[in-house]
């Protein structure tokens, strides 16, 4: 299995945002293990801010082995060395000073680390310890690019044009020439009912494989409707949507909306997305007006818990309590999923965390 197909297992647990950018991430990541891409160019392309990106490759980086995720081998290095607790100074102006180990310039790479020629022979013995490529501890294997099913490109005035790829379309021709001429050289009732038989099957196929074809558009033109704030502004901007709701407005049954959206994938000018990524829960609102999506009612949760005072951590009862008053109408262990499904810890692990923490500061 190789290395991006693991980190996209372990990226599950994540919420939808930071998961939707962990994805990217994934996808800039080469056999070695490392990061190699313009994390800039991805915030702008997403529409989310640099400091989520950079929040989620920083989550990113601390799954094993340890050292993936790394823009280069100075981090690559830094990372395994704190995975085992064994970032110092005198390791970290090594690290800055790679440059004169290549070199065989050990006189210099001594004074830039001040310690003494044991220490140093310590040092070099400890980095060649290291693995410099991570991510061939999982082998090689081919990557199988995503082939877009649907395209979808803003016009100029605004609205969005949405176009299947007809690549991917199965193309099947029903050779009528061919089924006159054999019919007319059957001279055997049998025959001709066998020969009838299969052009109907084959009218059949045809017709059937266009019907597919005008659902999947359909589907799509409905997602991009209702999912259009996140086309124009971003991840941010992903509203509540699900099966029922897109098979209600195009008249179709549910399964049949959630057969055509398996393993279906658009591309925008965000990224190629699978279509069910479009489909996200939604929270009731306590007063009037338009449902919340639980992934900001998640992100809502986070920043409180981010922002709360060592003397006034919020409880899960006090977190709902503010989301209603927001308007946010969640139940206590809906919370309490949500907060864990982002690994923060119980409000009493967080009071002794951040008090330990003031301790030590």
């Known amino acids: 299995m190789s290395v991006s197909r693991i ?26 293990g490392y990061a190699r891409g313009d994390l800039a160019a991805l915030a702008q392309r997403l529409g989310a801010p640099m400091e ?14 340890a050292g993936v995720f790394a823009r280069d081998l100075a981090e690559c290095l830094t990372l395994q060395l704190k995975d085992r607790n064994r970032f110092d100074p005198a390791i970290e102006s090594f690290i ?43 082998g090689k294997s081919s990557l199988q690019p995503v082939v877009p099913d649907v ?20 193309k099947v021709l029903v050779n009528q020439a ?27 196929l045809v017709k059937s494989l ?11 033109k409905e997602i991009v409707k209702q999912q259009d704030g996140f086309l124009v502004h971003g991840v941010q901007h992903l509203r509540p949507l699900n099966l029922k709701m ?60 981010d922002n709360e005072a060592v003397s006034k951590i919020l409880s899960d009862d006090k977190i709902v309590e503010l989301l209603r008053l927001e308007g946010v109408d969640i139940a206590r262990r809906t919370v309490a999923k949500y ?9 009493v692990q967080r009071r002794r965390d951040k008090k330990m923490a003031q301790v030590m500061s």
Not at 52 to 65: D, M, R, V
Not at 254 to 273: D, I, L, P, Q
Not at 339 to 347: A, D, G, H
């Open 151 to 170: 395209f979808v490109r803003q016009r100029p005035d605004g609205s969005w044009l949405v176009e299947l790829n007809t690549d991917t379309l199965p």
């Open 246 to 305: 897109v098979a209600d407005a195009i008249e179709m049954h549910e399964s049949t909306v959630s057969r055509v959206t398996s393993n279906k994938y658009m591309a925008t000018s965000r990224g190629t997305f699978e279509l069910k990524y479009f489909f996200t829960s939604a929270i009731a609102s306590s007063r009037t007006g338009e449902a919340h999506s639980s992934e900001a009612v998640r992100h809502r949760i986070k920043h409180l818990i």
């Open 7 to 32: 980190l996209a297992l372990l990226i599950r647990p994540l919420v939808n945002v930071k998961r939707l950018i962990g994805t990217h991430l994934i996808d800039m990541i080469d056999e070695d």
């Open 52 to 65: 989520l990106i950079e929040e989620t490759l920083a989550i990113l980086q601390n799954f094993e082995p």
């Open 339 to 347: 907060r864990e499904s982002m690994r923060i810890p119980s409000s």
């Open 96 to 138: 800055a000073n790679l440059d004169l180990l290549a070199a065989r310039d050990l006189a210099g790479l001594k004074r830039a680390c001040d310690v003494s020629d044991e220490d140093l022979a310590d040092m070099i013995t400890e980095i060649r310890s290291l693995e410099p490529k991570p991510g061939l501890k999982f």
């Open 178 to 204: 061919y089924y006159a001429t054999v019919s007319r050289s059957s001279s055997l009732k049998k025959d001709k009912i066998y020969l009838h038989d299969c052009l109907q099957n084959a009218n059949w």
């Open 210 to 220: 266009d019907q597919r074809a005008r659902t999947i558009l359909k589907v799509a």
